[in-house]
Each structure stands twice: as structure tokens, then as C-alpha cells.
């Protein structure tokens, strides 16, 4: 259980860097969005109406952070069982309780995962205010 959580932590550490630097780097002359016009085609999107994407795609921070929280979780689950060979639910052997636990462990990994991205967009080496 120890090198499950070990794994955890340094995946919800990993996914916080990686949403941090996919933030920046579609913020205003960045590289993602001189490449993908990304900025334009939230504007785009905008205009249209797609308030959903607009904000996964960068215009709310706690949604883009939540979004890719979750694209993470489900790497996070299949990297767990196929690479490591262990997950929450191992030695649970009846079907509710296997749900039970995996919603609640789901629940737990987006919810600290989606924060811990939120503070390293917002507040980690930023500049004080």
C-alpha cells in the first residue's frame, strides 16, 4: 500500500506541473498558442457560444484544472494496474464494495488533484500581488 500511495502523490505532483505548464503556454504569445492560434480560438469558440470548451480550454482556471485532473486520473488508473500491478481495490473482493471504493477513491484523486492544479496555476511562483 505504500508504494500505491508513493505512486499517487507523485502522480498528482506530476499532473499539477503538467497542468501549469499547458496553462502558460497558452496564454497570450506563448508557444501553444502561437502554434494553434489557441487564444483566437477561444475567441472563436466564445463568440459561439461553446461556453463549456471555452473554459476546459483555458478561460476558467479551476475548469481547465478539473478537465485535465480527470484526463489524468483514468492515466493515472491504467498506468497503475497494467504498469505497477496494484490498485485500491485488490484485496476487496465483493462487487459494492469495489464500486463503492472506486467512486470514493475517484472522488478523492480528481478533488485533491484538481486543487493541487489550481494552486500551482495560481499562486505557485507567481508573482505576489
Known amino acids: 500500500m505504500l508504494i500505491f500511495l508513493l505512486y499517487t502523490i507523485i502522480g498528482w505532483i506530476a499532473n ?10 497558452i496564454q497570450p504569445g506563448q508557444w501553444i ?11 472563436e469558440w466564445d463568440k459561439q457560444g461553446k461556453i463549456g470548451i471555452v473554459k476546459i480550454g483555458g478561460y476558467c482556471e479551476i475548469c481547465f484544472s478539473h478537465f485535465l485532473t480527470f484526463i489524468a486520473f483514468w492515466c493515472y488508473m491504467l498506468f497503475m494496474k497494467i ?3 496494484q490498485w485500491i481495490t485488490d484485496d476487496v473482493h465483493s462487487t459494492p464494495q469495489i464500486i463503492l471504493i472506486n467512486a470514493i477513491w475517484y472522488l478523492v484523486y480528481v478533488s485533491i488533484g484538481t486543487n493541487l492544479s489550481l494552486y500551482f496555476i495560481s499562486k505557485l511562483f507567481s508573482p505576489k500581488q
Open 33 to 43: 498558442d502561437k502554434l494553434l492560434n489557441w487564444q483566437k480560438r477561444l475567441q
Open 16 to 25: 499539477a506541473c503538467l497542468v501549469k505548464l499547458l496553462f502558460v503556454s
Open 83 to 85: 504498469a505497477v500491478g
